[in-house]
């Protein structure tokens, strides 16, 4: 399916048993809510697909993979309301990934900010670029990755995690996200990282369905409670956007 331009596109294609999902936005793949939501009911649908095995998890273009959350959306948050509701667009993407049947590979074409970051995190398994670099920039702006912190923390630990969040202007480099467990594998041109994308997804295919997830399951043991959690942490992004200190940072 594809969505308007206004709101980003995503483009789903289905061949030999393997999903490829490719969303885009022309402000450097950033998600407005719209394009949160389409992504996670088209996971959603996905999910109970049984001639799938593996999504391919992509975006559009050369540039940034995600820049995180629409800032012409956090600027229009005016009530804790509106901000809860608009930073639990993330904390559902996330909790379909994680719900999803089927293992997603993640294509990480380049620079992930924030949320990109809580979406390569939340695929099972990533490839990467040496031009992905990563940042959470989240506390430079007056608020915090409470909601992806979760899937960043399961995937590079808990003491990584902190040196990302703290140091929020500073960029990692993708062979730091790579020695850190968020990439499996680096590569240095897209067309490497496509060739190794393909490989891989079609070798996963021919893998026992049900083995896969099992698999899965096993994977995310021990999440089951972030259907609540992320919806409070989406609650404390919520509460922080509409902070004096947050409006000014955004319209700098």
């Known amino acids: 399916m594809l969505t308007p331009d206004k709101n980003g596109t995503l483009l789903t294609t289905i061949d030999n048993k ?5 969303f885009g936005h022309p402000a450097s793949n950033s998600f407005p809510r719209v394009l949160l939501d389409r992504l996670t ?23 940034a993979f995600c820049a995180g959350a629409s800032f012409d959306e956090l600027l229009a948050v005016s009530t804790l309301e509106e901000g ?18 089927k293992i997603i590979v993640g294509r990480i074409h380049g620079k992930a900010v ?18 992905s670099a990563v940042k959470l920039s989240e506390l430079a702006i007056g608020i915090g990755p ?4 979760p899937a960043v923390s399961r995937k590079i630990g808990k003491m990584a995690m902190s040196e990302m969040t703290l140091g929020a202007h500073e960029w990692k480099t993708a062979a730091w996200a790579h020695q850190k467990g968020l990439y499996a594998k680096v590569l240095e041109t897209q067309e490497e990282l496509d060739l190794e994308v393909t490989a891989f997804a079609k070798k996963l ?3 026992n369905p049900e083995a ?14 972030w259907d609540k959690l992320l919806k409070e942490r989406a609650a404390i992004s919520g509460k922080l956007v509409l902070s004096q200190f947050t409006r000014n940072a955004l319209i700098k």
């Not at 930073?87 to 999803?100: D, K, P, Q, V």
């Not at 896969?212 to 043991?221: G, P, R, T």
């Open 84 to 101: 809860t509701r608009f930073f639990s667009g993330f904390a559902n993407l996330i909790n379909a990934m994680r719900n999803c049947k």
């Open 41 to 63: 009911n088209e996971i959603t649908f996905l999910s109970d697909n049984p001639e799938i095995s593996v999504i391919v998890l992509k975006s559009e273009g050369n540039g």
């Open 212 to 225: 896969l997830f099992e698999m899965k399951k096993v994977f995310w043991e021990g999440t089951s409670h």
């Open 114 to 131: 924030g949320g990109g970051v809580g979406i390569a995190s939340a695929c099972d398994y990533a490839f990467a670029t040496t031009e």
């Open 205 to 207: 295919s021919s893998y």
């Open 18 to 22: 393997i999903a490829t999902v490719q």
């Open 146 to 149: 409470f909601v992806i912190e």
